[in-house]
Structure formats: C-alpha cells, structure tokens
C-alpha cells in the first residue's frame, strides 16, 4: 500500500510543531493533505480517524488544537510504524497488513494521558507509583498508542524499577507490540534495547528466530546475552548452540548453557553427561529446566556421587564445610521437577546438610502440580523433620483434603500468630494466595512465578499457573480470618497492595458474593477508609459489596492526587462529591494533607459542569 499521503501528512504535523499553530488556518499543504485522504478513508478505521482529526485541527471550532495536533503525530506514528517493511538479507520483507480491530490508538481524551506522558516524560521516582496505580485501576489507557511509545522509551529508564515495572507489562502484548520494538533498534544499545530482546522472545517465541540469529554478529555483549537465550525457543538451533558452547566465554557460556537445558536429543544428553562428569555445579545450574528422564538419571547420579566424595566430618575448616553445603545446594536443585525414585530416596540424608533446599524444592514441584504423590511425601518428611515440611503438607492439603477437615485441621495455625511473627506465618501467607473467580465460581491457588520466588530458578517455560480448589473454602475461614485482622492484621507486611493495606487486599480476593457476608466486607473496608485512607481499590470493593455510605471518603487522602485519581476511577454523584469537597474546605482540621486552593478549583469547576476527568491539576 502507498503510504506517501500519510509520510507528507507526518512531515507537515512536525513543521506544524515546530512552527507553532497560529497559522493552521491558512497552511494550504496541510489541507491539500487531508483533501488526499479523503480517498483512503473507506480503507480502514484508522485512515478515516486520521482524516476526522486533520480536519478537526483546521477547524475554527477545535479549541484543543495542541492535544489534536499531538494526537495526529502519534497515530501517523504508530500507521508508518506498524506499515513498514524491512530488509532480511537485501530481501523486502512482505508489509503487515492493517489490523482493523487491533490497531494501537484508542479515542480517549489527551487529559486523561497526561499524567500518565507527564510521568513517563518526568524524573524521580515519584512517577512509578502514578503509573503502577494507573496500569491497575485503568489499563485501558495503556492500549493507546500514545503511551505505548512511552512505555517503548521507558524500557531504558535510569529508575530501574519502572524499566522494570513496564517490560512486565509490555510481556502482556501481542504481536502487534513487536514493529514498535523493532523500530529504531540499536543493536549496540545498551539496556533498554536489551529488555526490548525479551520482550519479542516472550511474545515471538520461536516465530522470530531468524531476528535473534541476527543478533549473534555486531551487537553489544548484553544484547547478544539475550539473543542466545531466545535460541531456546526453537528446537533446531541445537547445533548452532553447542558450536557457540565451544566459543563462547563467561555470561554468554551461561546463556548458551541455560538455552541448551531446553534441547533434547542424543548430541544434548552427551553433552550433559559430559559436563556433570567435570563439572557438576555449572551443569546442576542449568538441568533445572529439563524435565526428561534422562536428565533425572544425570542429576542422581551428580547427586550420588558428590555425597560420596563429599563428608562434612572430613571438611578441615568452616569454609570447606560450607562450600559443600552451597554445592551441593546447587546440584540439588536441579532435581526440582523431575520424577525420580533415586532422587527421593536421597531426601533425609541431604535434608540433614542443606534443610531450606530440600524443603523449597518440595514446594516448587506442588506448586506446578500438586499430586497424590507430592502430598504422601510430603506427609512423610512431615511425620519425621517437623514443622519445616508444614508449608508443602498444608498446600497438598488444599487439593487433597474435604474443606471442613482443612480447616479443623490447620485453623489452630492461625490462633498461634501474634503481632510480632503474623507475616511470618507459613498457613496465612498460603491463604493468602488464595482468590474465589466469581465466573467459574471456583476458589484458586494462585502460586507466584518461580523466577521471583527462587531466583535460582530461571524456568521461562514453567508456567506458574494457578490451581482450583476442587473442594472448596469452608465458610468459618472467613470469621476467623476478619478475627485475626481486628487483632493483628494492619501489621502483616509483605509485599506493596494497592488497597489501604496487604491483609484486606487477600480479603477482597477471597470475596464470594454468594455468601451473605456484604455487611462484613462493607464495615471493614469503610473502616479501612475512615481510619487508614481511601484507594480505588477499596471503594470498588465497598461498590461489590452493594456499600451506600460514602461520608468523609476522603477525610485520610494522602494528597490531592489521590482524590483525582479516585474521581476518575469511580463514578461518584457529583452533588455527593461538592459536598465532601465544601466539607475539607470549611475545616481546614480535617485533612492538613491536602491543597485546599486545588479542591476550591475544582469544587467550582464541578458546579460549572466539567467531568471528572477535566478537573486542573
């Protein structure tokens, strides 16, 4: 298709903004242009919204002519980028076609992105939390091509966390993220390009393999670090992999090695064999991602003989016995995810040198599929090493037993728990990966990815999955588990919650609309409001649970931002939302917090009739 209409349309929108916008009137190659398109329109969506918003710009009647004219660069943007085609070998690569139902730009008003562009474009790391509050209460901003560049830009952000934050995010695409990836690859660049390598081997998988082979000459060492890695996704790179194990040094001899841990064949099993034979430790390291038997028999056999060779009695010095304990930790974890009676025969004797690892890798395989099996082992180590083996027993127990006997069972845990050890308790952080789906009406155990938990583990083909409870949640949790937090629960911290605090977030996962417990939801979480702080979260979970008194909702904001973003999320009445606002404002005691000249601007803007999502900043 030819795009010359929209690279001259492009072209001109940057004179434009370069220029300035005073005289769009009268710019006569800028109305030539939008008179071209006018024969494009009936092609896709896309040309007729770029065609509706050029003449919108030249109208008198537009008086956001900025927000319009950034809204044009960033669609023809998005049109010439997805469009392109590109070389592979001095061959033209065939043009994508226009995808029509998902193309990247969505009709949403420029003032609800700005504090989302605002962020991305600032400094500091204030901004991550505008943009992880915004990615949860409002994803679908995040589909607009306007924020996905950003995000794009944002892989390379000096704030490590928020580079973080959206390659996660970015994984979540489909393909049709990749052209933005793509476009402006540097293959010299540093970590921004290398995340962008992550995210297309994640999305891709072994469809784009010829890209990651191009990687291999001319690119920086972290790039081409990330390049071997993605080799693991097709089957047929086997040789090309144990050429560059015979090259490679250093980091890019571990990506080789972890990306051949996902082969299989005659030429693999030989080439573990041979490496645990001289070196055990760096094979252990890598045999965690295969599941065959044969790797089994390699890691038992790894296993065996270090106990052999190895005698903590015999060790001469502290750091002899220690260097043992940390090797042999090693090679036992690369039994994780194998099925392997030699292998289960070894636990006690090597849960006496290196208890934690024996335990974790118990763990790790219940949470990829819990088994009849898993739970008997389980019940066995348990019956003989204690309260080490609580955490895999009680997690088989989620599957394996009817609810009433789990809870009989396992609800004393609970009563043990003071202030001091609650986010230590191994039966309350289980829960508290529990959530009921309201579609399948159907409890599940959500277990996390195996990367974050372990870093050892570095699986990419493990899924984490999650689990129904087949046998349901006995109702007596639900009083007991309110108990506890009227007692303790404001001091369980573990991980960042975008409710007013960890402990009520589990509660509104755990909410069954089908149980008559609306009253006890609605009480706790306006008392969580009243006393800790409004989010969004909380007041969706007090909207589930059919809650109607919303007074002082904002008495504990923590500051204006708060009140905005909640006005955005939630659909409030707005004489309900004058009232609070003239409340803060006559008593100035109520929330020191907060900038009482902002809630005066939009207390008036709201009696004149502007929406939400118009209020000044």
């Not at 250093?250 to 490496?275: C, D, P």
């Not at 065996?304 to 903590?312: A, G, I, M, V």
């Not at 304990?325 to 099925?339: E, S, T």
């Not at 000249?597 to 502007?610: A, F, H, I, P």
Request: one cysteine or more; charged letters at 30%; aromatic letters at 10%.
């Amino acid at each position: 298709m030819n795009l010359n209409v929209i690279h001259e349309l492009r072209d001109r929108l940057e004179s434009i903004s370069i220029a300035g916008l005073g005289l769009i009137k009268e710019d006569f190659r800028l109305k030539r242009n939008i008179e071209k398109l006018e024969e494009y329109v009936s092609i896709a969506p896309v040309f007729k919204q770029i065609h509706e918003l050029a003449k919108r710009l030249q109208s008198d009647e537009c008086t956001e002519k900025a927000d319009v004219l950034l809204d044009l660069i960033a669609l023809t943007d998005a049109l010439l980028c997805t469009q392109a085609s590109y070389s592979s070998e001095g061959k033209e690569v065939e043009k994508s076609e226009l995808s029509k139902e998902k193309f990247l730009y969505q009709d949403i008003p420029y003032s609800k992105l700005k504090p989302i562009i605002e962020s991305f474009m600032g400094s500091g790391s204030g901004r991550y939390a505008i943009i992880r509050d915004n990615m949860e209460a409002s994803p679908d901003l995040f589909k607009d091509i306007r924020i996905k560049r950003l995000m794009v830009k944002a892989l390379g952000d000096s704030y490590a966390e928020l580079a973080q934050l959206v390659e996660t995010k970015l994984c979540d695409e489909d393909k049709n993220i990749v052209p933005l990836l793509k476009k402006d690859f540097d293959k010299e660049g540093s970590k921004e390009m290398v995340r962008r390598v992550r995210i297309i081997a994640h999305i891709m998988k072994e469809e784009d393999n010829d890209f990651y082979i191009s990687l291999l000459e001319g690119s920086s060492k972290d790039i081409k670090e990330e390049a071997i890695r993605a080799l693991r996704f097709d089957k047929s790179n086997v040789d090309l992999l144990l050429d560059l194990a015979k090259t490679e040094k250093g980091k890019l001899k571990e990506a080789v090695n972890e990306s051949i841990s996902h082969m299989s064949g005659k030429k693999v099993i030989e080439y573990w064999t041979k490496l645990s034979a001289s070196k055990a430790v760096e094979a252990a390291k890598n045999l965690v991602n295969q599941t065959s038997d044969w790797a089994a028999d390699i890691v038992a056999d790894m296993i065996e003989k270090f106990l052999e060779k190895n005698d903590l009695e015999n060790a001469k010095t502290k750091e002899e016995q220690q260097k043992i304990k940390n090797d042999l930790a090693v090679i036992w974890r690369a039994g994780v995810f194998k099925k392997s009676k030699r292998i289960e025969a070894l636990y006690d004797k090597v849960y006496k040198l290196v208890p934690e690892q024996v335990v974790e890798s118990l763990v790790l395989q219940i949470y990829k599929k819990p088994s009849d099996h898993l739970y008997e082992l389980s019940k066995e180590l348990y019956k003989k090493h204690g309260k080490d083996f609580l955490k895999p027993l009680f997690i088989s127990a989620l599957f394996f037993e009817s609810k009433e006997s789990l809870y009989d069972e396992y609800h004393k845990h609970l009563e043990e728990i003071k202030k001091s050890n609650i986010s230590n308790n191994t039966v309350l952080n289980e829960l508290m990966k529990m959530a009921y789906d309201e579609d399948k009406k159907k409890y599940i155990y959500m277990n996390y990815m195996y990367s974050n938990m372990y870093p050892y583990y570095r699986s990419y083909d493990h899924n984490s999955g999650s689990h129904v409870i087949e046998a349901g949640f006995d109702e007596r949790w639900y009083k007991t588990l309110f108990d506890l937090y009227d007692k303790y629960g404001s001091a369980y911290k573990t991980y960042y919650s975008r409710y007013s605090n960890p402990f009520s977030e589990f509660l509104a996962k755990i909410y069954n609309p089908d149980l008559g417990l609306d009253e006890m939801y609605g009480e706790h979480f306006y008392n969580n409001i009243k006393n800790i702080g409004p989010t969004t979260a909380d007041i969706q979970m007090l909207q589930r649970c059919n809650w109607t008194y919303y007074e002082g909702i904002f008495d504990k904001a923590e500051s204006n931002y708060v009140i905005r973003n909640i006005l955005n999320n939630i659909e409030f009445d707005k004489d309900f939302v004058i009232k609070q606002l003239d409340r803060l404002i006559s008593d100035k005691s109520i929330n020191k917090k907060i900038n009482l000249k902002t809630l005066k601007e939009w207390k008036e803007q709201l009696e004149g009739g502007m929406s939400y999502d118009m209020l000044s900043y």
